[in-house]
């Protein structure tokens, strides 16, 4: 089965009217559905480890 078929339409669509924010990985969450990584998820998850590790220096 190939990863379009598993996604929603919703999630196809705006994959395909962006692409260049789709990191080519997925997350499951707890219905069992995927959602696409974009880059903005990976900005926002490497912004907090940033922040965490500046955090535990400080202490």
Request: aromatic share 6%; hydrophobic share 40%; proline share 3%.
């Amino acid at each position: 089965m190939n990863v379009q078929a598993r996604q929603t339409p919703f999630a196809s669509a705006h994959i395909m009217c962006h692409p260049a924010q789709f990191t080519g990985g997925w997350l499951i969450d707890e219905h069992g559905r995927e959602i696409a990584i974009t880059e903005h998820m990976v900005q926002q998850a490497c912004a907090a480890l940033e922040e965490s590790c500046s955090e535990n220096a400080q202490a």
